[in-house]
């Protein structure tokens, strides 16, 4: 069923649905409580493959319990693993990546995303990123560090070949300036990398 597009997340399931297909390859940067991870496994199916990353234990926990409950699990890769280290584990050729910055809701807010791993990470998604493929980033400012590490997601994206990759940024314009947003990054059709 079709979620109101009321913030990030539900914008970034949007264009997932559009894009995911039975059997593809995806990944969850930061699956947290797996919502995420979830909607990905849906999407792919078990023919798919999907690799979900977080670097609590309890959300690999929570995660692993709503996969389970909903017999989604056999085709997921839990890694608990700093998603600075994807590459490592990743293989190439995936039709989405999907990364939810910020601190797991009801967790540690110290155990929140940071700049510098972030963008390391979203360089390497990027680079796996079939063809048409696709990578959301929902982004959050009103945490501590959080407009730094959207400055750092902007400056990123801004610093991606047009020839390349298309990268859009989507904000509510009738929500408070804090309000969560999107970067969506396309991987252009026939690109030259
Ligand atoms: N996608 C999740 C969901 O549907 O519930 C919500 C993700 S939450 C906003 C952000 C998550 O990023 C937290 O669970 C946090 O532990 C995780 N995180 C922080 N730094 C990380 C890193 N370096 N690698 C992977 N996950 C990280």
Same mark, same amino acid.
């Given at each position: 069923?079709? !979620?109101?597009?009321?913030?990030?997340?539900?914008?970034?399931? #949007?264009?997932?649905?559009?894009?995911?297909?039975?059997?593809?390859?995806?990944?969850?940067?930061?699956?947290?409580?797996?919502?995420?991870?979830? $909607?990905?496994?849906?999407?792919?199916?078990?023919?798919?493959?999907?690799?979900?990353?977080?670097?609590?234990?309890?959300?690999?926990?929570? /995660?692993?319990?709503?996969?389970?409950?909903?017999?989604?699990?056999?085709?997921?890769?839990?890694? !608990?693993?700093?998603?600075?280290?994807?590459? !490592?584990?990743?293989?190439?050729?995936?039709?989405? *990546?999907? #990364?939810?910055?910020?601190? $797991?809701?009801?967790?540690? /807010?110290?155990?929140? /995303?940071?700049?510098?791993?972030?963008?390391?990470?979203?360089?390497?998604?990027?680079?796996? $990123?079939?063809?048409?493929?696709?990578?959301?980033?929902?982004?959050? /400012?009103?945490?501590? +560090?959080?407009?730094?590490? *959207?400055?750092?997601?902007?400056?990123? +994206?801004?610093?991606?070949?047009?020839? !390349?990759?298309?990268?859009?940024?989507?904000?509510?314009?009738?929500?408070?300036?804090?309000?969560?947003?999107?970067?969506?990054?396309?991987?252009?059709?026939? +690109?030259?990398?």
């Amino acid at each position: 069923k079709k !979620e109101s597009l009321r913030g990030a997340v539900p914008l970034s399931h #949007f264009y997932l649905r559009q894009v995911v297909r039975p059997g593809d390859l995806v990944l969850d940067a930061t699956c947290g409580n797996g919502f995420d991870t979830l $909607l990905l496994a849906e999407l792919a199916g078990e023919g798919g493959q999907i690799w979900a990353f977080d670097i609590q234990p309890r959300a690999i926990a929570a /995660t692993r319990t709503l996969l389970e409950r909903e017999g989604r699990l056999a085709a997921v890769h839990l890694l !608990e693993v700093g998603h600075e280290r994807l590459a !490592e584990f990743v293989p190439a050729g995936l039709a989405a *990546a999907v #990364f939810n910055l910020g601190y $797991l809701p009801g967790g540690e /807010t110290s155990l929140v /995303t940071d700049p510098v791993r972030t963008v390391s990470a979203l360089a390497q998604a990027a680079k796996l $990123l079939k063809s048409g493929g696709i990578l959301t980033v929902a982004l959050y /400012t009103g945490h501590e +560090g959080g407009p730094e590490e *959207a400055q750092a997601v902007h400056e990123w +994206g801004a610093s991606l070949s047009p020839r !390349e990759y298309n990268v859009w940024c989507s904000r509510q314009l009738n929500r408070p300036p804090v309000a969560p947003y999107l970067v969506l990054v396309e991987r252009i059709r026939g +690109g030259s990398c």
